[in-house]
């Protein structure tokens, strides 16, 4: 029994229309045919780089085939996908030989910016994938915050967040990542945290406990809080006598980081006892 490879004749192309026209919008070039799975290339700018469990849908292609075309652009005598490449996956372990897509002509930078667009549509990206695409078109076309905003439909606040979760150190991306935090708003505050040794610190707690991204804000605020009443190498001294007729206080600043607070206070109080005996404190 021959393999299928792809739609049925008496089954129509379906395909998101929005993303179809979003694309056609840009090119004048579009054409609908099937193509063989060894002239399909992916996309080495693909956003998307954890494609999940293609078992079902592998199963659901040999059964039905390709109900949405893939969509491709000709690169170098084969067909680049610009999105679809689970699909794609799918239809290879399904054993597919051929299948149907919509071929595009279309510059580099919009390939990579339409993929984007696909995914985010599809909600297929992770906030990881999600931040580094976007990163992509911002350090390798020049796109600014806003134009990506504008051309992801997408606010420009929401894309500086985004932006700003790629700021993180690579080793603390991968902990993230292997805590499985996926909340954006708890990475970006992470973010704002500006020693590394600190945001290590605060994902060992995360790992014994799990929690918000407002524990993080706190401690930020608090960290910029100014110690009340504290001076650098300042200490205090309190005695009162056993009958406490005699009280003395005393807040005594050290010249030195190291210097003995016991040496400091003798000194003290010998300065103290010599200007009593000097005549030097009247009130007495």
Partial sequence: MAKKVGLPDFVKSRHDNHFVEEISSRTRTSI???????????????PRKDFGNI????????????????????????????????????????????????????????????????????????????AYSLKSLSDIYGYTHEEIAEKLGKSRVTISELLRITDLPPDIIQKCQHLKIESKTFLIELAKVEDKSEMHEILDKYQVKPFSRDEIKERRKTAKLPTANLRPNEFKFKFISPDKRVKLNFNIKSNKDEEDKKEVLIKVLNGLIEEIKSGKIKDL
């Fill in 55 to 130: 078992d079902e849908l592998a199963n659901s292609i040999g059964e039905k085939g390709i109900l949405e075309p893939i969509l491709v652009r000709a690169k170098e005598g084969k067909f680049e996908i610009i999105a679809g490449e689970r699909r794609f996956r799918a239809a290879k372990l399904a054993g597919l030989v051929e299948i149907p897509c919509i071929e595009f002509e279309i510059p580099d930078n919009e390939a990579l910016e339409l993929s984007i667009i696909e995914n985010i549509q599809r909600k297929d990206l992770n906030v990881y994938e999600q």
């Fill in 32 to 46: 609908i045919r099937k193509i063989p799975v060894d002239k399909i290339i992916p996309n080495l700018m693909q």
